[in-house]
Nanobody, 115 residues
């Protein structure tokens, strides 16, 4: 069993920054992908960013140039640095880890951006 714990969410004004962290613990054999998703009220969960294997990153078009995903494999930790936040970034952000043929989710952390 793998547990994911997210932190770093909160309330910020438009134009501000936050950094989310996700720590994976438990029976981790290997991690292939670490990523962040978000879900706003009334909307489907969407991919925000992923870091794959050796470090290749992908981003949603809506966050390119503003968000940066990174990982520390030794600590089984992923980070999402969010700059120039907009009200439309308001959502619950979920960490996702894929490894050993399974996909794991964190409980989510709320990010609220006020205008």
């Amino acid at each position: 069993q793998v547990q994911l714990v997210e932190s770093g969410g909160g309330l910020v004004q438009a134009g501000g920054s936050l950094r989310l962290s996700c720590v994976a613990s438990g029976s981790i054999v290997s991690i292939n992908v670490m990523g962040w998703y978000r879900q706003a009220p009334g909307k489907q969960r969407e991919l925000v960013a992923q870091v794959i294997g050796g470090g290749m990153t992908t981003y949603a078009d809506s966050v390119k140039g503003r968000f940066t995903i990174s990982s520390d494999n030794a600590k089984n930790t992923a980070y999402l640095k969010m700059n120039s936040l907009k009200p439309e970034d308001t959502a619950v952000y979920f960490c996702n880890v894929i490894g050993g043929g399974s996909s794991y989710w964190g409980q989510g952390t709320q990010v609220t951006v006020s205008s």
